[in-house]
């Protein structure tokens, strides 16, 4: 059985800092493309960030460029997001999401959409105040 769970979320003002965490178990966590999404109320799941089976292959969304810092640690079987100068706009829920490497061709800017993820977690609340 395939677990993936987020963790960090929190209460943070605007301009501060927060990482969040997510681990899979049940798979062979290497062979994983893992992303980020989130949603806020009444708004659409957006992508956020996604990382290669390599820590050095990464892709943002415009809105999180320069801002986030995707990263993941194998032998700790996690992924970590970590979020600076958050504002208001980046109040949501915060969905990891997984999907196997199905080639070595693979093009992350290509993995955006929900559909491109296999398993994911139940979400992590991030509240940005002003």
């Known amino acids: 059985q395939v677990q993936v769970v987020e963790s960090g979320g929190g209460l943070v003002e605007a301009g501060g800092s927060l990482t969040l965490s997510c681990t899979m178990r049940?798979?062979?966590?290497?062979?994983?493309?893992i992303g980020w999404f989130r949603q806020a109320p009444g708004k659409e799941r957006e992508f956020v960030s996604v990382?290669?089976?390599?820590?050095?292959?990464?892709f943002y969304s415009d809105a999180v460029k320069g801002r986030f810092t995707i990263s993941r640690d194998n032998s700790k079987k996690t992924v970590y997001l970590q979020m600076n100068n958050l504002n208001t706009e980046d109040a949501a829920t915060y969905y990891c999401?997984?999907?196997?490497?199905?080639?070595?061709?693979?093009?992350?800017?290509?993995?955006?959409?929900?559909?491109?993820?296999?398993?994911w977690g139940q979400g992590t609340q991030v509240t940005v105040s002003s």
């Open positions: 999401a997984t999907r196997p490497v199905r080639s070595v061709y693979t093009i992350l800017s290509q993995l955006t959409s929900a559909g491109d993820y296999e398993y």
């Open positions: 049940g798979r062979i966590f290497e062979s994983y493309i």
């Open positions: 990382i290669g089976q390599r820590a050095g292959s990464t």
